[in-house]
């Protein structure tokens, strides 16, 4: 791929220097569109209210729509006046099984929660497709924004490229973006080169000996023994089997063996286990790994061995030039002291990764801690207790459509 020119070779062009202007007449509708999703949070890959809202929000703009047919997905496609490639913006709408506890006014009127800040994205990308529709004139090519449904499983983005999104244009997008809120400074965004979020693996084992009395353990096999020393097998992997510099978490959240009775020996025992990896391939073989000492420890304690290992999402990579480049945007816009690079990556994970492994792009983190908040002690993403400050949307409505419109521009200029 050429290298992605930056903003610094030509210069950042006035309209973006202007889009942190013009956002602001739509900042009220942006937070009642968000407060609107908060109240009414949907899960999984089923959101018709939600997909519904993201349509009405985007009624009477030059926008050909796409719905998806398996799940509540939007994708629209902005066509710009002269011809050019297509850079794709993301925005996931899906909330979580959380019961809020966060005191806001516009709290969840169900038993789910947007704690981790979905309703800001999808609220933030409908301001970034208002802002670039209002500039089709002078775009080069054709803007996708993809509203995903599922984030937060079963997964949404792998279903939308599977329906078409990469080719809705006619041809690959040729760069994408995606911005997701955090508990840091309000409207601080921090990129990072190469993999900012970890694959996410899940496994579950199983030890399956002869159940018996607990007073004559001899005449049983007791399959509690080996599913401890695997759950000690595979901390120890992580360190003996895996570079310190590709890192490994394996963390086991789940053990069941026996029954209701403290004295009767279950002839199953198992366990569950969350994985997350830096690279696809450390992340599989992982799984390869369990699946060894699983087989080995159970043989030497006469009981049998099932592993089953799963990806539910790869891990999430910026392209290095296009995380340069989203960063040099990102300055002209924000300000220098609003970009920063951040020091690692971190071990959540994302399905936007999906997209982010067919075309080269880079995914942000910005702040939007709530003023009367100290970002070093605000509840994080996930939790019941979870606030984001919505006077960030104007800011993450600039950024997305800066990000899109600069790199068609550089695009035209070759």
Do not use: W
Not at 181 to 193: E, I, K, T
Not at 322 to 344: D, I, N, Q, W, Y
């Amino acid at each position: 791929m050429a290298a992605v020119p930056t903003t610094t070779q030509t210069g950042l062009a006035e309209t973006t220097r202007r889009f942190a202007e013009e956002v602001l007449p739509l900042a009220t509708s942006l937070r009642e569109l968000r407060r609107d999703l908060h109240r009414h949070p949907e899960l999984g890959n089923h959101l018709p209210r939600t997909q519904a809202a993201v349509l009405a929000a985007l009624e009477g703009l030059p926008l050909r729509i796409v719905e998806g047919e398996s799940l509540s997905s939007v994708v629209a496609v902005l066509e710009g006046a002269r011809p050019g490639p297509a850079v794709l913006l993301r925005g996931d709408m899906d909330a979580l099984p959380v019961r809020e506890n966060s005191g806001e006014e516009f709290s969840s009127l169900n038993e789910n929660m947007h704690a981790c800040g979905h309703d800001l994205h999808t609220a933030g990308l409908v301001g970034a497709a208002r802002l670039l529709s209002a500039h089709r004139e002078e775009l080069a090519g054709s803007i996708v924004f993809m509203f995903q449904p599922g984030e937060e499983g079963p997964g949404g983005a792998q279903p939308m490229i599977e329906e078409g999104l990469l080719q809705v244009t006619g041809e690959r997008p040729v760069a994408a973006y995606g911005i997701h809120v955090m508990p840091r400074g309000s409207g601080l965004a921090v990129y990072r080169p190469g993999p900012i979020m970890a694959g996410s693996y899940v496994l579950s084992a199983s030890m399956k000996g002869k159940g018996g009395h607990g007073s004559t353990p001899s005449a049983s096999v007791d399959p509690v023994p080996p599913l401890v020393e695997f759950v000690g097998a595979l901390q120890a992997a992580v360190t003996r089997e895996f570079n310190v510099f590709d890192p490994v978490v394996a963390t086991v959240t789940q053990l069941r063996a026996g029954g209701d009775a403290p004295n009767v020996i279950g002839d199953m025992a198992s366990c569950g286990a969350t994985v997350r990896a830096m690279t696809r391939q450390t992340g599989e073989r992982f799984g390869e790994v369990a699946e060894r000492l699983a087989a080995g420890i159970a043989a030497a304690h006469g009981c049998e061995a099932e592993v089953r290992y799963e990806v539910v999402y790869p891990p999430t990579a910026s392209d290095p030039a296009e995380a340069e480049f989203a960063a040099a945007t990102l300055r002209g816009v924000l300000g220098e002291e609003k970009v920063v690079e951040a020091p690692h990556a971190v071990m959540g994970s994302e399905d936007f990764s999906y997209v982010l492994e067919q075309v080269p792009g880079a995914f942000i983190f910005m702040g939007a801690a709530p003023p009367d908040v100290d970002p070093a002690e605000a509840a994080v993403n996930h939790s019941a207790e979870a606030r984001f400050d919505d006077a960030v949307l104007p800011t993450q409505a600039a950024a997305l459509a800066a990000l899109a419109f600069e790199r068609l521009a550089r695009a035209e200029e070759g």
